[in-house]
């Protein structure tokens, strides 16, 4: 059973930074393509950043130069650091894996499995 479990957020102020982690067990992280999406409150759940089986990234413009995604092969574990946060990065942030589909890296219908979410609130 393929499971994954996001943790790390929380509150921060506008310009600090929080490191977001996905913790992937009953699948390989490190041959899957795995993703970040967040959800705002009335909005759709959006793409943030992607890395496919061979490590190569790529970012929505919002967040680049500021969000880094990578994978902790050891731990099996998804990551993103976000720097430079602002109230717009407020959102539930969550993790994706497996593509069971072609079409668009941050379209949510691609993706096969997801987490449960977790909460990043930014302030001004």
């Known amino acids: 059973q393929v499971r994954l479990e996001e943790s790390g957020g929380g509150s921060a102020q506008a310009g600090g930074s929080l490191r977001l982690s996905c913790l992937v067990s009953?699948?390989?992280?490190?041959?899957?393509?795995m993703a970040w999406f967040r959800q705002a409150p009335g909005k759709e759940r959006e793409g943030v950043a992607y890395?496919?089986?061979?490590?190569?990234?790529g970012y929505t413009d919002s967040v680049k130069g500021r969000f880094s995604i990578s994978k902790d092969n050891a731990k099996n574990t998804l990551i993103l650091q976000m720097n430079s946060l602002n109230p717009e990065d407020t959102a539930m942030y969550f993790c994706?894996?497996?593509?069971?589909?072609?079409?668009?890296?941050?379209?949510?219908?691609?993706?096969?499995?997801w987490g449960q979410g977790t909460q990043v609130t930014v302030s001004s």
């Open positions: 994706a894996a497996e593509r069971r589909s072609l079409g668009s890296w941050f379209s949510s219908q691609v993706y096969k499995y």
């Open positions: 009953g699948l390989s992280g490190r041959r899957s393509s």
């Open positions: 890395i496919d089986s061979l490590a190569s990234t």
